[in-house]
């Protein structure tokens, strides 16, 4: 069998020198071909995950997975809770920071602050002395309002209206801290000493940046809360898809994914397959032509092997006879090399569904192959075969030439006391050398008379 490459390209090399026994598949010799084996093994690469994915999703979510999916979210409520517990206490400490800075750090500068109308212990004699009384009010009466809410509140309770609630008031607190520094630092009033006035700019400011730390804690809070509130439910919606397990569409659409990620490694291995030849058959390396370095071409042979194997014989068997053979009939052959008295015993293997025109003729390919090997059998020997459709024990026959129609009958003629006579006859089987079974009419023993002359 002669052997080449698929397409053009360099030989990078030879494996087997002339002689060499090699077994099927062995890599006798190749081309180029290193960026062809990288992505065939990054498709087989993605083929196998994707295998992975289908059988996982065949199998189910196993029960330790289902375990630990149910301790996850049993985690990220308990973070809620801690998350929820954080939020009540920055709010709690918010609401603290506030009333210190009202009732400790501003109204030492105010008479009856917790009144209807608190006034400042010392005038400045501007509109904002008015202003600031009047907003002094309503942080008595917003701190009391708060005060109700947080004495009440828990992580069980419903915390956004109070986080919104603790953010505003934050807000309008940091403002009135706000305006009151800008009166201290505005005040030129006589009834009170700079060094008194100094102290309580000191003291609101400080009043403020513990209103400014209460207020990041809080907007931290709420948002490691925001974060747990977050993470619970993904966890929750992952464990509800474990729980009700692989449709059968999710099956489908991977099963359609593993095709087509085969099918991209079948069509790799094609073009890989391209640039090497491999022995498709134990045996010996009769020819090696390729060279390292030459660039190749698809038409012509590099490679020529003999089988370990039994050799077959093509023939092409003509469609009259065509229907008397069949897949396992018997052959004897013989090589023109050993002459007509060496006998080899063959087989019929296969034989072609379809036709074959040969010199006009329609004849259909019948391969058959010998029995058992022989040394003597060499490849690209011309045989002749002789193929046995059907054997018959004990029958006479006689050559076909020896029987002749008369009078609507088959008969044939026989010597009898010395006298021709024509004897009707019943034939039967005829074979492929000229013999023709006779049924009945003749007897073991008779003489039949060859060329008979038929007009007796």
């Known amino acids: 069998m002669d052997l080449g490459f698929a397409q053009s390209g360099r030989i990078t090399g030879v494996y087997a020198p002339v002689g060499a026994h090699v077994g099927a598949g062995t890599l006798l010799a190749q081309t180029e071909n290193g960026d062809l084996r990288a992505t065939l093994a990054q498709k087989k690469a993605a083929l196998q995950s994707q295998q992975a994915k289908l059988a996982s999703l065949k199998s189910g979510t196993r029960p330790e997975e289902l375990a630990v999916s149910r301790a996850t979210v049993a985690s990220d409520e308990a973070a809620l809770e801690q998350a929820k517990a954080g939020v009540v206490n920055a709010i709690r400490t918010a609401y603290t920071q506030s009333d210190d800075a009202i009732h400790n750090k501003v109204d030492q500068f105010f008479n009856d602050p917790r009144s209807g109308l608190p006034k400042l212990s010392f005038s400045t004699g501007a509109q904002a002395e008015i202003t600031l009384a009047n907003d002094r009010a309503a942080m008595e009466a917003l701190l009391s309002e708060w005060q109700k809410h947080v004495s009440g509140l828990s992580a069980a309770s419903d915390l956004p209206p109070s986080q919104a609630e603790a953010q505003t008031n934050l807000a309008r607190i940091s403002t009135f801290l706000s305006d009151t520094n800008a009166v201290l630092n505005n005040t030129t009033s006589s009834s009170v000493s700079q060094a008194t006035i100094a102290g309580y700019i000191t003291d609101v400011a400080t009043a403020r940046a513990n209103l400014n730390t209460a207020s990041g804690a809080l907007t931290t809070a709420i948002s490691t809360q925001s974060a747990a509130i977050t993470l619970l439910d993904r966890d929750k919606k992952s464990l509800a898809l474990k729980l009700a397990g692989t449709t059968a569409d999710d099956i489908a659409e991977q099963e359609a994914l593993v095709a087509a990620a085969a099918a991209e490694v079948e069509s790799a291995q094609a073009q890989l397959s391209k640039t090497i030849i491999t022995a498709p058959f134990t045996g010996t390396i009769t020819r090696m032509d390729a060279k390292v370095g030459e660039i190749t071409s698809p038409t012509e042979p590099h490679i020529s092997m003999i089988s370990d194997g039994l050799f077959q014989i093509d023939c092409y068997i003509p469609e009259v006879e065509i229907a008397n053979l069949a897949v396992g009939n018997a052959a004897t052959t013989t090589l023109d090399a050993y002459g007509a008295e060496t006998f080899f015993r063959a087989k019929i293997v296969a034989i072609d569904p379809a036709e074959t025109e040969v010199g006009g003729v329609s004849t259909y390919k019948t391969t058959l192959q010998f029995l058992a ?43 009898r006391a010395g006298t021709p006579e024509d004897v009707v006859v019943q034939t039967g089987a005829s074979s492929s050398v000229g013999n023709v079974q006779i049924i009945s009419g003749l007897q073991d023993g008779d003489t039949v008379i060859l060329n008979p002359d038929t007009s007796l």
């Open 373 to 415: 090997p022989d040394p003597r059998i060499r490849q690209g020997m011309t045989a002749s075969v002789v193929i046995t459709t059907r054997e018959i024990e004990g029958a006479l026959v006689v050559p076909q030439g020896e029987v002749f129609q008369k009078n609507g009958h088959a008969m044939i003629q026989l010597l």
